[in-house]
């Protein structure tokens, strides 16, 4: 078994920051791609950014330059910096990894987090 632990969401003003982080514990090989989605209420689930284990990452356009993903492999652990948000960056955030699991016999897991609540409200 793998699980995803979130912390860090919260209320915050517009034009504030957070941070969210997401540590993975379990019976953890490796971890491939880390990940932060968003769901909105009404909306579909959305991808956020994502962090390769070498480091490359990727971001949606409604994110880019205002949100930094990063991860340490050696804790198997993601954050998310948020800068200057928004009211539309409101939303459940949820955790993603890619996880090959196992000891001796391996098998390929999308492991979620249970999400953390981020509102951007004056």
């Known amino acids: 078994q793998v699980q995803l632990v979130e912390s860090g969401g919260g209320l915050v003003q517009p034009g504030g920051s957070l941070r969210l982080s997401c540590a993975a514990s379990?019976?953890?090989?490796?971890?491939?791609?880390m990940g932060w989605y968003r769901q909105a209420p009404g909306k579909q689930r959305e991808l956020v950014a994502a962090?390769?284990?070498?480091?490359?990452?990727n971001y949606a356009d409604s994110v880019k330059g205002r949100f930094t993903i990063s991860r340490d492999n050696a804790r198997n652990t993601v954050s998310l910096q948020m800068n200057s948000l928004k009211p539309e960056d409101t939303a459940v955030y949820y955790c993603?990894?890619?996880?090959?699991?196992?000891?001796?016999?391996?098998?390929?897991?999308?492991?979620w987090g249970q999400g953390t609540l981020v509102t951007v409200s004056s």
């Open positions: 993603n990894a890619q996880v090959i699991s196992g000891n001796g016999i391996y098998r390929y897991l999308q492991v």
């Open positions: 379990g019976s953890i090989f490796s971890i491939n791609a």
């Open positions: 962090i390769t284990s070498g480091g490359v990452t």
